[in-house]
Nanobody, 118 residues
Framework: VQLVESGGGLVQPGGSLRLSCAGS????????MGWYRQAPGKPRDFVAS???????RYADSVKGRFIISSGSAKNTVYLQMNSLKPEDTAVYYC?????????????WGQGTQVTVSS
């Protein structure tokens, strides 16, 4: 499984960005796709996820501002980020997970930088 992100950049507070992640390889076995982020000096944190069946979860910090969606082929995932805040600044990583709740394999993209600053 290979994941490639795009769409990061510099945006002013209150602005919007849309991230995309395209998966290739054995994507048929992937159960969940999502986004994580990592700010400098901090651990990588969960942002949002969507299952193959369409179940969606968000971190409390982004609820009401971010929207995750997937493409019709289920090998692409998007993150629409609205009302961005400086604290959203981080490297955003696409994630694809295969397996069960307790035994799984995680795949990661290379990351895309999002900077929210005036």
């Amino acid at each position: 499984v290979q994941l490639v992100e795009s769409g990061g950049g510099l945006v002013q507070p209150g602005g919007s960005l849309r991230l995309s992640c395209a998966g290739s390889g054995s994507m048929f076995s992937i159960n969940v796709m999502g986004w994580y982020r990592q700010a400098p000096g901090k651990p990588r944190d969960f942002v949002a996820s969507i299952t193959r069946g369409g179940d969606i979860r968000y971190a409390d910090s982004v609820k009401g501002r971010f929207i995750i969606s997937s493409g019709s082929a289920k090998n692409t995932v998007y993150l629409q980020m609205n009302s961005l805040k400086p604290e959203d600044t981080a490297v955003y990583y696409c994630n694809a997970r295969r397996g069960s709740l307790t035994v799984y394999d995680d795949y990661w993209g290379q990351g895309t930088q999002v900077t929210v600053s005036s």
